[in-house]
Structure formats: C-alpha cells, structure tokens
C-alpha cells in the first residue's frame, strides 16, 4: 500500500477502502451523467483580502503552487485502481497551474456551481466580482476535515508565501493509505469475516425511515446545496443546553433530522428503524503528524453502522446518539483496524455485477464540528475569513446533510439532487429540524 517509484518523475501506489468506494462511485456515475462524479467535494470560503488587487491573481496562483509542493496529494490522478503522482518538470507544472487555477467571471460561488464543468484534478477557483475562493475535489482525494485543514494551510501559505517554492522531493509527503498508517496487514480470513458481519449488519437492514425520493427511477438533475443559517443568539442557547444535558450539539441537530423525516416519511418504505452510517473523522485516533493539517489532503474517516428502533422520542434519540458518537471508535481498540478491512469489503462489493445496494431517502449526517478549529478567521493582515460552506455534488443519490458551527453560528447544508428530490422538500425538511430544536431546547 506504499508509495513505489515507477520510473523517473512517477510515482504509484493502490487506492484502498473508501478511496476505492469513491473511484468507483464517481467512475460509474461520470459514465451516466456527462463525467459528473458522485460526491464531488464544494466547499466556499468568503474573504477579505489585504494585497495590491493587481497583485491578488498572482499571489493566490503561487500560493496554490506552494501548497501542491507542501501537499502533493492535490495533484494526483487516478489510473484504475492506482493513484499517480508525477513530479512536474516547468512545462508541466505550468500547466497543471494553468488547469487548476481557474478565474471566474461568475458573480459568485453559487453561480460558479450553477455552471461548474467536471473537474479532472483538485481545482482552485477564485471569484473576484465575489472575493470567493472554490475548491472542488473528488472524494477519494480528500475528505471533509481534510478540506478545511487545506484551506488552513492554502490561506497560511497566502499569508506567509515561502521564499522558494521547490519540486523534487514531494513525493515524500504524499499521503499514505490509511492501512500504512495504522500499520495494518493483510487480513486473516476471520478479520474478514468481522469486517463482512460490521458491513451487513448496514446493508440487510437498509434503507431506513426516509422522505420520498425518485431516485434510481427518473435521470439525474442539478446538484444543490441547501444553507440554512441559525443567529449567534440562537446558537448560543442551543450549545448551552447541550452542555445541561450532556450532549453533542451533533447529536441534538441529528436527531431533530430523524425526527424531520419520521413526520415527513415516505409511507412506502420502512417506518419501524432508522438506518445510517454515521461518519468519523480518524485523525484524532493518528499518530503524528497524520494527524495534522500537513496531511490534510487525505481520506482520514469511516463509515460505521447506526441503527434505532422506531418510534422514539426525541431525548430518547439524542442521548442515544450521543453514545454513538462518543463511544464507537473512542471505546473500541479493535474498530480502527477492522474498518479498514469493512471499507475494502465495502469497495469490493459494489463493484460485483449482482451487487444491489440500498438506495436510502434520507441524507447522510457529516459533522464538521466547530470549523475554527482548523480555519481561523485571519491570517496574519492579509486574509480575513468572513464565511464558510461545505457540501457535495449528489449524482447517484444518497444526499448529504452537513453540520458545523463558524463564527458561533450553527449551520446546516443539504446537499442533494434535484432531479430526485424537490426543493422545497428540502426546504421543508430543514425548516423541520429548527422547528424541532426550537421546541425540545429553546422552548
């Protein structure tokens, strides 16, 4: 699973788990929709930038050739199931800058998005009419802390540029797999058969509870993200009675959400459980300095089963929740390893000709958490950062709900898809969980 020298300037080695599960995810929907990838990474940031504006062009250009030279990753491509990373000579480097730093004359990101070509490698795009800066990265590039722990490291490099920004030797900074760095072999035909069990104890009893949705009937639409903002004020009172009772601010808007979608519940499907895979962010769990922002173009996280009995109250759901998340990688000495073989398990089996996977209604939870901790808001006198918005392209299905506070406001993106689902369903459904939060914290 190791980086290997195959000639000169390139680099290879095999993509693994959840790397895998995206390659081929983004392969398959890319050759049904117009090279679209399934689970393209958007994230925005709104800034204010202190430089000459005849000198901005040039100093984010060099800014993002220092990150590619501190962060290879960024510029690797995929070749089948073998990630390529190839030490550019100038013409090379010149133009992969010139394909992966766009200026736009769109009149903002969500207009960008609007209209947004699929991209082949991780893309930089600035917005002057906006002062917005895009990235767009397919999953099995990086992740969503890894995203946010780039944009700390782009604006650093913004603020601080390197005297020389040199190439050569990146290759010794390109993310290992995760298997490398957990330092886990190959595994014996009884770790296979616990990661198998991990992984079906998902796959036989999903989907859950889930609004309607008309995918895998109707072809793909647009990919959207839907924002919803709360007021400091509000945020405020929301946090401080997650304190009181002991509970994530994740955990209370999660359950909010399952309580959006039982009102809202597609009367056809399953009403008696809920069925997910909840996310983890693995870093914390690394040694150093896989556990920092010099890796953070890498896929650091796994999937993990979650499954509750139907109907619930919402407390009931919460502190239920809040276990979950607290406990399932934290309490468990043996998850770490045995994830890494449940998301080979998981990237081999989708890509069986008799492999018919559950197509849920609901969206997948992603909780970034509290986002200074990874971007602050400025950098130096030159970068102020003024507002942050992650979210996904939805191609195939499986919608995205993203949770995270900045500038100590709670905010909720939905990523989706609106040929399979409604606008205003989504809006409905978000409009829901504030509702729900207002009356179970705030009443």
């Known amino acids: 699973m190791s980086w290997k020298k195959v000639s000169e300037r390139r680099w290879e080695r095999p993509v693994t788990g959840m790397e895998g599960y995206f390659v081929y995810t983004g392969s398959v929907s890319a050759a049904h929709c117009d090279g679209r990838h399934q689970y393209t990474i958007f994230s925005k940031l709104k800034v204010d930038l202190d430089i000459n504006p005849a000198d901005i062009e040039a100093s984010l250009?060099?800014?993002w050739k220092q990150l590619r030279s501190e962060q290879p990753q960024i510029a690797t491509t995929v070749d089948g199931t073998t990630m390529v990373y190839e030490v550019?000579?100038?013409t090379a480097l010149q133009e992969w800058l010139a394909s992966t730093f766009v200026v736009s004359p769109a009149a903002d990101?969500?207009?960008?998005?609007?209209?947004?070509?699929?991209?082949?490698?991780v893309t930089l795009y600035y917005i002057p009419n906006s002062s917005e800066l895009v990235l767009r990265a397919q999953h099995y590039t990086i992740d969503g802390t890894g995203t946010l722990l780039l944009w700390d490291r782009y604006l650093a490099a913004l603020a601080t540029p390197a005297e020389e920004v040199t190439f050569g030797g990146?290759?010794?900074r390109l993310a290992p797999s995760i298997e490398e760095v957990l330092k886990v072999s190959e595994p014996t035909p009884e770790e296979t058969e616990k990661a198998t069990a991990l992984l079906m104890s998902y796959a036989t009893k999903a989907p859950g509870v889930g609004p309607v949705s008309k995918v895998g009937t109707v072809p793909a639409g647009r990919s959207q993200n839907a924002e919803m903002t709360f007021p400091s004020l509000t945020t405020e009172a929301i946090v401080k009675v997650c304190k009181e009772k002991g509970i994530s601010v994740t955990s209370a808007v999660h359950a909010a959400y399952i309580q959006a979608i039982i009102k809202h519940a597609n009367p056809n499907g399953t009403l008696s459980r809920y069925v997910s895979l909840g996310l983890f962010n693995l870093r914390p769990y690394l040694p150093k300095p896989y556990n920092t922002g010099e890796y953070g173009a890498s896929v650091y996280y796994t999937p993990l089963p979650l499954d509750l009995d139907l109907p619930t109250q919402f407390w009931e759901t919460a502190h239920a929740l809040d276990k979950y998340y607290r406990t399932t990688v934290k309490d468990d000495p043996e998850?770490?390893?045995l994830h890494t073989h449940m998301t080979r398990v998981l990237s081999q089996a989708i890509q069986l000709p008799e492999y018919q996977g559950p197509i849920p209604g609901d969206a997948q939870i992603s909780s970034l958490g509290i986002v200074e901790r990874y971007v602050q808001h400025t950098y130096g006198s030159t970068v102020k950062v003024?507002?942050?918005?992650?979210g996904v392209d939805i191609?195939?299905?499986m919608s995205m709900f993203f949770i995270y506070t900045f500038y100590d406001r709670l905010r909720l993106v939905y990523s989706f898809n609106?040929?399979?689902e409604e606008p205003a369903h989504i809006s409905m459904y978000l409009e829901e969980v504030q509702k729900v939060l207002t009356e179970e914290l705030l009443a």
Request: hydrophobic share 35%.
């Open 335 to 337: 998850i770490l390893p």
């Open 386 to 390: 003024l507002d942050v918005k992650m």
């Open 109 to 121: 990101a969500e207009e960008l998005y609007c209209n947004v070509e699929p991209i082949k490698q």
């Open 395 to 397: 191609v195939l299905g």
């Open 61 to 63: 250009k060099r800014a």
């Open 170 to 172: 990146e290759h010794t």
């Open 418 to 420: 609106d040929g399979y």
């Open 88 to 90: 550019p000579d100038e």
